[in-house]
């Protein structure tokens, strides 16, 4: 009954946000990170991959810090799956200036296969999913919330050596 009502209550936080999006205020994006890592150190730790950190953002984004928490805790669960047999989490934050305005950058890295060209074109659309239990919910869910806060997640695959995806979530800030 608990696991029903925590769902129903994610579905209405995301289709009706203004009423269930719960409490808004600055966020330490380093240590949201440092947070997020002590609720997937478990399957990190299983997997056998090393973390590597390189917090360095000073702005505070505005937003609900526990859906932010559900953003980063799902694409570090990805990124976990995509390395079953270990190796190399990148973890980064970064004040980040664009036309737009200010913004904090959170970037996660994995040394995994990389994302394939059909699904980085599909990747953020609901229901697709490379996983034998996975829904496919995950990111696109993660997509409307990081959007709700005027930012944005971008995907593409990793140019500076080894194979794997890199995920970057921008937050206005």
Known sequence: IERMRLIVT?????????????YIEPVDPNRLVDDCLLLA??????????VQRDLRATRWPAANRQELQQVLVNLLVNA????????VLGLATHDRTLAEGGFVEIIVTDTGPGLGPDLLRELFKPF????????????????GIVERYGGDIRAAN???GPTGAVFT?????
């Open 128 to 143: 697709v999913t490379r996983k034998k239990e996975g829904t496919g919910l995950g990111l696109w869910i993660s997509v």
């Open 10 to 22: 994610q579905l209405l936080q995301f289709a009706r946000p203004a009423e269930f999006a719960g």
């Open 80 to 87: 976990a799956h995509a390395m079953p047999d270990g190796g």
């Open 169 to 173: 979530v921008l937050l206005r800030s």
């Open 158 to 160: 990793r140019d500076d």
């Open 41 to 50: 150190n478990h399957l990190l730790a299983r997997s056998g991959v090393l």
